[in-house]
């Protein structure tokens, strides 16, 4: 995959604050969706502002599309969208001249017909002639995304899109995010909402305290740091884990009740592991009156994570 955005030993220590980036390395692929997961203050809206401009970098390089942000910075930024965390729109606008507006900072000629494509797409072409202070907070956050894409980037940021609102909106949003990239945007969002980049994101990246503490395919993480546990409650109990059951990790519950398996790996390979052990069971003749199962979601790996390290 082609790199989009090579971010190198980024830092970033604010006068008066701590040292919110801490020689930070990036590489965002085209066409991915790669999700800054972290804790608040970890530095996930210092990494955007640098790339967007927003925040001068204390030190490192920042490439985005092949230049130097520090050297070609109009043309690189011409090419990159912004969603921030909040509105600094007038209020007063009405919503397609505020998108329209948008287009023409980044010296783009007026073009209605695209304007209306993407208030189409966010279902905002209802609202193009309300002023945004009449909006939903839900209909706020799309304004926000229209004006973001109002240049039609090939890079979006999106910092935490979905604090804050409703769960269908969420899902709402989730799906917008996915048509953005099956249309050709790469997307780097940043969220806490774990939940969020295990349902969307092609990569992950975890950040704390400033320092990239991960990058990796979502899927490989959770296959490594994954694990499952499979409890099944005996029919009746055992005095000690029979030797036909001896190659699975199993342990017998003190009052001798519960069998409990604990494996570790991605959800399709725990499930077949379960699925041999409940055979494994059946052949043994051992009756089970329950199974309760647990798998470990993203969130338990970035708990772990950052937990282990702090
Ligand atoms: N302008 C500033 N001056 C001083 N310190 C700052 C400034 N902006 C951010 N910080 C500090 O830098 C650290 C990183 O903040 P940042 O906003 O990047 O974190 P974040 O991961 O985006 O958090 P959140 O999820 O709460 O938005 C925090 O400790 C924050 O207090």
Excluded at 73 to 98: C, H, Y
Excluded at 122 to 151: E, F, N, T, Y
Excluded at 270 to 282: D, M, S, T
Aim: with cysteine; aromatic share 6%.
């Amino acid at each position: 995959m082609q790199p989009i955005l090579e971010i190198s030993g980024l830092t970033k220590r604010y006068a008066q604050g701590p040292t919110a980036l801490d020689a930070v390395d990036l590489t965002i692929n085209q066409g991915e969706i790669f999700a800054l997961l972290g804790p608040n203050g970890a530095g996930k809206t210092t990494l955007i502002g640098a790339v967007c401009g927003l925040v001068r970098p204390s030190g490192g390089t920042i490439r985005a599309f092949g230049m130097d942000l520090a050297k070609d910075w109009r043309a690189a930024r011409a090419r990159i969208g912004l969603v921030p965390q909040e509105m600094a729109t007038d209020m007063f606008t009405k919503v397609s001249d505020a998108v329209s507006y948008s287009r023409g900072l980044f010296g783009l000629k007026r073009d209605p017909a695209r304007i209306e494509s993407i208030l189409t797409s966010l279902s905002l072409w209802d609202k193009r002639d309300s002023q945004i202070r009449h909006l939903s907070g839900g209909m706020k956050r799309r304004v926000l995304i229209a004006k973001a894409l109002a240049h039609d980037p090939d890079l979006l940021f999106l910092d935490e899109p979905t604090a804050g609102v409703d769960v269908e909106l969420r899902r709402d949003m989730w799906r917008q995010i996915g048509a953005m990239r099956a249309a050709g945007t790469t997307i780097v969002l940043t969220t806490h909402y774990i939940e969020e980049a295990e349902e969307m994101a092609d990569r992950v990246g975890i950040i704390d305290k400033g320092k990239l503490l991960l990058v990796e395919e979502k899927r490989a993480l959770m296959a490594r740091m994954g694990s499952i546990e499979a409890s099944f409650a005996l029919a009746a109990p055992m005095t000690a884990v029979p030797q036909a059951l001896a190659a699975y990790p199993l342990a017998l519950s003190e009052d001798s009740k519960t069998l409990t398996y604990r494996g570790h790996g991605g959800a399709d390979e725990a499930r077949g592991e379960v699925a041999r052990l409940v055979a494994a069971l059946v052949r043994a003749d051992i009756a089970f009156t329950a199974l309760d199962t647990h798998q470990s979601s993203l969130e338990d790996i970035f708990v772990d994570l950052v937990e282990n390290k702090s």
